[in-house]
């Protein structure tokens, strides 16, 4: 018998990848100041996940700025999870205004569509096959690499 409830898996439109990207997190309510240079945990081509030091209310416009090929990217915070029992960190969920490789992943999975163009800072392919970086990608959606 199945289940009427859809899981997170089948709900994701794009595979997610681990990646340590840097960036600048601006928001674009003049009354919530927020100008924070960052790194991604997680990315994919509807959003990304970061930690920061403290909460984003769910909605809040942001600019992502600096990304790697040089450009900017509008978003909102889809959601903010308490990381650990002293709420030092929080997990913020971003998510696109526009979907797409703004983060220059190459080779991009197949459910990205189309490939990036090249940028000077795209990260350099891998020398041996099944080398880090983004070179194993799961069927569940994730990207675990080192792990089979």
Same mark, same amino acid.
Request: proline share 11%.
């Given at each position: ?12 439109r794009s595979t997610r ?39 984003? &209310? +769910? !909605? ?7 990304? =790697? ?5 509008? *978003?909102?915070? #889809? ?18 205004? &526009? +979907? !797409? ?7 991009? =999975? ?5 490939? *990036?163009?090249? #940028?000077a800072s795209t990260v ?9 970086p983004y070179s194993v990608?799961?069927?569940? !959606? ?7």
């Amino acid at each position: 018998m199945s289940s009427p409830v859809k899981s997170s898996e089948a709900a994701r439109r794009s595979t997610r990848i681990r990646a340590q990207i840097p960036f600048r997190l601006t928001s674009l309510d003049p009354a919530v100041s927020l100008d924070e240079h960052c790194h991604t945990l997680v990315v994919n081509t509807e959003g990304c996940g970061v930690r920061l030091s403290r909460p984003l &209310e +769910p !909605g809040l416009g942001v600019m992502l700025d600096e990304l =790697p090929g040089g450009g900017s990217a509008p *978003a909102r915070v #889809a959601n903010c999870v308490p990381l650990g029992t002293g709420n030092s960190f929080w997990l913020i969920g971003l998510a696109l205004e &526009e +979907p !797409g490789n703004i983060w220059c992943i190459q080779p991009a =999975p197949q459910d990205w569509g189309i490939e *990036a163009k090249p #940028a000077a800072s795209t990260v350099p392919m891998p020398k041996k096959e099944n080398e880090w970086p983004y070179s194993v990608f799961s069927a569940k !959606g994730e990207a675990h690499p080192g792990r089979k």
